[in-house]
Structure formats: C-alpha cells, structure tokens
C-alpha cells in the first residue's frame, strides 16, 4: 500500500512528482517531433530544389560561387542555374510544381516567403504548375521584355538569342505583362492554353502578337515533357483542344529519328519515308527565282547529317546541318548552327520546295512544274467583323504585288504574292513577303490558305469586299 507520496509501479515505488516529469518530458517530445515534422513538410514544399540534372549544369550562389550539385539540392534566392550543350535540369518549386530547364539556358532564381520569381536570361524552360497556387502565393516568369503570371498552368518560354521571348501555353490561362523600356507603360495581354505570344521591341515600342497554334508548332522539347507525363497529356489535350494521337504521333517520330534504336543511342540512320531524302538536291533554274543563285545544292546523308553549297554571282556560300523528316506533314527540318539557316522545307512527289525554290534530287528527271491554282488571288480582302486581328485589308494586284494596311509596323506595307500548291495540306496556298514588318514574325515570309471566297491567316477569315 502506497502512501501519499509514492506509487507502486513493477514492484517498484517512485514519487508522484517523479511520475509527472516522466510524464511531461515524453509530452513534450512528443509535440517537438510533430512540431520538426511539420516544419519540415512545409520547408520542403516553399523550398526550390534540384530535383535531378543530366549532362554540364552548374549554380552558382548569390556570391558566384559554384555549388556542388547533388540530388535534391536546395537552390537559394540569388542563384543563378545554367546548362550546357545537350543538358537538362528539373526544378521542383515543390511536389507538383515542376521546372524544366533545357539545354544552353541560364536562369536565375529569386525567393521572398512564398513568392518566386525565374529569370530567363536565355534559352528555354518548360513548366508544369499541377496544382493551383494559394491565394498568398505568386509564381512568375521574367524574360527580357515580358513577366508571365503563373497560378496553375503549363507551357514553355523560350528567350530568343536576339531578344524576342516567346511563350507557348499548352494548358490554362495567364496573364502576360509588357513594360515599354522608354515610356515605363505596362501592357497585358491574357493567354490561353493552345496560343503562342511573341514580343517584338520596335522604333515604337513592344508589338505583343497573339496567335493559335496546332500540336505541329510545339517545340520538341515541348512535346516530349507533356508527351511523357499521362496526366500533362490528357489536361493538355483537353485545354487545347488538341489531337493526343498527333501529340504521341509526333513524339514517336521525333524520337525515333532523335534517338535512333532502341539501346543504341550513338546509331541514328534515316528510314522509311525519311530515307527517300537521303540523296544530293540540285536547285532547277526553270522552276524556281534565281535570286542571283547560280548553283544551290543540297545533300542529306542517312545519319541525320547534310550539307548546303550556294553559289551566287559573287560569293560562295556552304554550312552543314542536321535534319528530320516529320512523317505527318511530310516536312523536311533543317537545324543548324547558325539560326539563319534554320529551314522547312515540304517534301511532294519526288520534289522539295523551300519558299518558292524546287529541287531535284541528282539522277532523276527533271520534276514538273506546280500547278497554277484555280483561284484568282487578285482583289481586296477585310477581316470577318469581330475577329481579333490588327491588319485592316490585303490588297492583291494581277502583277504579282499588293499592299496591306496593318494597326502596327507603321501603316502601310508593300507585299509581293507567289502561289504555292501541297497536296499534303490539300489545300492552296499564297506566300507573302516581307513579314516581317507585317507582324514582326522573325521569318521573312508568311503563308495564307486561300479557296474561292477568301483567304485564311492565322486563324483570322478574311473575304473578298
């Protein structure tokens, strides 16, 4: 029997008091593990971290001082992240909020509470917000000339070596803002999943273009990132509008021709239709402008190489390249490089076309030329009322020439008009130069799908008035 003082506890005694201190200190190691817990739980989701890194990547501190890399790293605001040639990063801002930094990028990351901001310095970035941000969180993505603010989005921004960033959004909305460098005025423009918005720094000011985009504009690295993660596809598919078999359609021909067979990664051969490319095109005179061209040859070999030999009437010109050929539609892609020659060409019944050049491939007879289309181009064309666009009209002359008024690039254009067929597309087609003083694209040359009635740009209907 135990008094007052004193409990009986396995046939031993202790005291009361002892008893409450054993007590208390089990409570309170207890609440300090819950506590450390939950306080890691939530440093680990406000924390940005490495979560994996293949090829040359390197972050450097605040300070400049290089960080040794390892998984799951933290990176700290003020740190700068950059890849190398044929590298890639991946970035939690945490667990379902990924950063894709692909190959010869640099950007920088700045943190304050739950705010946080990626600088694209240059290159390239996909992103992948899965869930929603909290109403006291922010996400952006700063470019040199625009800010793309993020709640639960994905798309991929590319800062351009000459200063034109570039956003594609593949999945919900955002909102862009633009801040003129002379005049300190902000502009914005709202985005929605399946646009693409390019910003221009003109004599003016910023030009922001809007346009639509299919699954065929998408970046590679783009496709492979949605392509790879079933629930991206499926939001992606939805929010777009886009085709999930063309998107996995492309995947597979991209990586097929990309990676080569299967376990053997060094082999890349060109097969099936791609083989027919492989061979030496020869410019013909009769079928295509000269443009002080005397000789302009093509030759792609079956391991994804090729090379470019031009000859004009006072210079020789040759480059090398890499290509692909896009089974679906039936593009042949040229990357070099040097930007300036990056090119698509379209591959027809034994002919490429590239603007309004035709090449022959060495050894087989000379290709006809294209068919005149039925239609007469000739006449003046407004936009549908109620459609978003900034050209007023086009105007087509018998000649060949005619003029556009457009909102911005400073009124009136004089244009030039050469047809150009596909029986790939199915349908005709005009390409226009310049472009761009027209819309500011950085090719020199548009297209517009024309029948009957009118003519197709963009996404934006005009008829004949």
């Not at 007879?365 to 003046?380: K, M, Q």
């Not at 003083?437 to 209907?461: C, H, K, M, P, Q």
Request: glycine share 8%; charged share 30%; aromatic share 10%.
């Amino acid at each position: 029997m135990s008094d007052s003082k004193t409990e009986e506890l396995g046939g031993k005694k202790f005291s009361k008091t002892s008893i409450i201190i054993v007590v208390v200190i089990i409570w309170l190691l207890l609440l300090t593990g819950i506590f450390f817990l939950i306080y890691s739980i939530v440093m680990k989701a406000s924390t940005i971290r490495l979560s994996d890194y293949e090829g040359d990547v390197t972050i450097s501190a605040e300070s400049g001082r290089n960080i040794e890399l390892k998984k799951d790293q933290r990176i700290f605001g003020g740190s700068e992240l950059k890849t190398g040639k044929e590298s890639k990063a991946w970035v939690l801002l945490d667990e379902d909020r990924m950063v894709t930094v692909m190959e010869k990028s640099t950007v920088g990351f700045y943190q304050s509470g739950k705010s946080i901001e990626l600088s694209l310095e240059k290159g390239d970035l996909f992103f992948n917000i899965a869930r929603d941000l909290d109403d006291d969180e922010s996400f952006e993505i700063a470019t040199s000339t625009m800010v793309i603010g993020i709640r639960g989005t994905s798309g991929y921004v590319r800062e351009s070596e000459d200063g034109y960033p570039v956003l594609y959004l593949t999945s919900g909305k955002v909102m862009v803002y633009v801040e003129d460098p002379d005049s300190g005025e902000d502009d914005q423009r709202k985005v929605k999943a399946g646009q693409k918005l390019t910003v221009i720094m003109t004599d003016d000011g910023p030009e922001i273009i809007v346009e639509d985009i299919t699954e065929y504009d998408l970046p590679e690295d783009a496709l492979f990132e949605i392509t790879g993660d079933d629930d991206l596809l499926d939001e992606v598919v939805g929010d777009a509008g886009w085709d999930k078999d063309i998107l996995l359609n492309l995947k597979e021909v991209y990586d097929g021709q990309i990676t080569g067979d299967e376990g053997d990664s060094e082999t890349v051969v060109a097969e099936g239709a791609a083989a027919e490319i492989v061979g030496i095109w020869h410019l013909d005179p009769e079928l295509s402008e000269s443009n002080n061209v005397v000789e302009r040859t093509l030759t792609f070999n079956d391991d994804l190489t090729g090379s470019a030999y031009y000859v004009y009437e006072d210079s020789v010109e040759e480059f090398d390249f890499t290509w692909k050929y896009i089974d679906v539609t039936a593009m042949v892609s040229i990357d070099c490089e040097d930007d300036m020659h990056d090119a698509g060409l379209f591959y027809e019944d034994g002919r490429l076309y590239w603007l309004s050049n035709v090449f022959c491939k060495e050894g087989t007879e000379t290709a006809s030329a294209p068919e005149e289309p039925e239609y007469d181009l000739v006449g003046r064309y407004e936009p549908v009322p109620g459609q978003d666009t900034d050209i007023l009209y086009f105007e087509f002359y018998s000649d060949g020439t005619g003029l556009v008024e457009t909102l911005v690039g400073g009124g009136y254009h004089d244009i030039q008009v050469e047809w150009y067929t596909t029986d790939v597309l199915n349908q005709y087609h005009a390409r226009i130069a310049p472009a761009q003083t027209i819309i500011g694209l950085e090719r020199s040359r548009f297209d517009v799908d024309v029948d009957a009635d009118g003519l197709d740009f963009y996404g934006i209907r005009f008829v004949r008035t």
